[in-house]
């Protein structure tokens, strides 16, 4: 088997869900590859000592990233820090040599997103990946599959999103992921659009032009917890993009992309629902046992029926296949595709390998577009 040392730069959020999928490694079985963290950066001291106290303790535990990337144990890194500081930390990471699993929107704007694309083309050898563990639930992988096999008949409508509501109250303090200079201009669409777009860019669908009404709908949040001062709080909360995508044989359909952060009920809602001539699908995270689909007979009843979905995964691991599929399931069978690629090398077909630089630098298109319609009110091409 082979041993990859891995690095996290950023302990917060997301990197604690890495290091933890990393640490149930033994869950799966048969994976080539096992990873072990070998360090962790992050500048605040606080953050690091989740991992001083996790088993195994990281080696290097360090506030400045660059110490990691001079690190020869380490083979490969994990980077979650917020999107101003994308551009630079992943491309000291590409020029170091490692191989790179950064998380999105991969570059705070689209210019970002060039500058670490075109260090990343300079380093071929190097896996350099976003991050996207949405797809890796099985109802999504059903209806990819489905998609591929050609089963749908001609698409009709797809609608896509990702809502949640951790945004709704309006007490809750600011922080970077609410502000333009740490966050970026797409707002919540940097913040939950690979997860919409990943699938639809994957199964090969071009997005050509959009509509897009994006919203603000708390203009000021509290400066810190429990602070009556008010501060700007300046990104986009939530965003509907009516889109006219095509699929490759130049059918043409509407797709209907949603990324709220303020969506009442909902806390965190990825759902897919693919409308065709032959076969619709449906799969929503609200009821994440439950594929829902319709196939259609002439002169038959148009009835959807319910399949419940067990534990169905592309890396196998040690539990029974009746039992329930999480979110820190789709981290773990994240990683596990991103270390399969590693190990058999960047032009390796995977079942579902992670997003690639093309399909990172497609949701820029779109969300750049997005900003465009939005500014001036009308529908524009996605360039
Ligand atoms: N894949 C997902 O489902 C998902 C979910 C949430 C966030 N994200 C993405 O993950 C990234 C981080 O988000 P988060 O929610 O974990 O944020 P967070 O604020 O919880 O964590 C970010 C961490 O980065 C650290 N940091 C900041 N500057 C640093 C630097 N120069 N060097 C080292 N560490 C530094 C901070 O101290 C903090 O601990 C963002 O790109 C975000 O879009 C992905």
């Known amino acids: 088997m082979r041993e990859i040392g891995i690095g996290i730069i950023g302990g917060g959020l997301m990197g604690r869900e890495f290091a933890s ?6 869950h799966l079985t048969g994976h080539p590859v096992r990873p072990s963290i070998v360090g962790v950066a992050d500048r605040t001291p606080a953050a690091l000592e989740y991992f ?18 001079k690190n020869p144990a380490i083979h490969a890194v994990y980077v979650a820090v917020p999107h101003d500081l994308h551009q630079q930390v992943y491309s000291d990471c590409i020029r170091a040599g490692k191989h790179l699993l950064g998380e999105k929107p991969f570059g705070i704007d689209q210019a970002a997103n060039v500058a670490i694309t075109s260090e ?5 050898e190097l896996i350099v990946r976003c991050c996207s563990e949405f797809p890796y639930w099985p109802g999504a992988q059903r209806i990819i599959s489905m998609v591929c096999k050609g089963e749908m008949g001609r698409i009709i409508e797809v609608e896509c999103g990702l809502l949640h509501s951790s945004d709704m109250d309006p007490k809750k303090p600011i922080n970077w992921k609410r502000r333009v200079a740490n966050n970026g201009e797409y707002g919540c669409m940097g913040d939950l659009g690979m997860h919409v777009l990943h699938v639809p860019l994957r199964l090969g669908w071009q997005i050509c032009n959009l509509r897009a009404i ?17 501060v700007p709080c300046e990104t986009w909360d939530n965003a509907t993009l009516l889109c006219e995508a095509a699929t490759e044989f130049g059918d043409r359909f509407p797709l209907i992309a949603k990324m709220m952060r303020i969506a009442p009920g909902e806390t965190n809602t990825w759902y897919l629902s693919v409308k065709g001539t032959a076969v619709s699908a449906r799969f929503s995270t609200r009821q994440p046992r439950s594929l829902f689909t319709l196939a259609y007979t002439p002169g038959k009843p148009q009835a959807w029926q319910e399949e419940q979905l067990g ?27 991103f270390c399969d690629q590693i190990d058999k090398g960047p032009q390796a077909q995977l079942p579902f390998g992670l997003a690639t630089l093309e399909e990172a630098a497609g949701t820029h298109a779109v969300f750049t577009a997005a900003l465009r319609s939005q500014q001036s009110a009308q529908t524009v091409q996605v360039q």
């Open 311 to 337: 534990y169905e995964t592309i890396y196998q691991t040690i539990t029974g296949s009746i039992f329930e599929f999480g979110f820190g399931d789709t981290m773990l069978q994240m990683i596990a595709a």
């Open 120 to 124: 990343a083309k300079k380093r071929p």
């Open 52 to 69: 001083a106290l996790s088993q195994p303790k990281p080696a290097q535990l360090v506030a400045d990233y660059r110490e990691l990337l």
């Open 214 to 230: 994006l919203s603000k709908v708390f203009t000021q949040r509290p400066g810190s917890a429990g602070s009556s001062e008010m």
């Open 21 to 26: 999928a990393v640490s149930r490694w033994g």
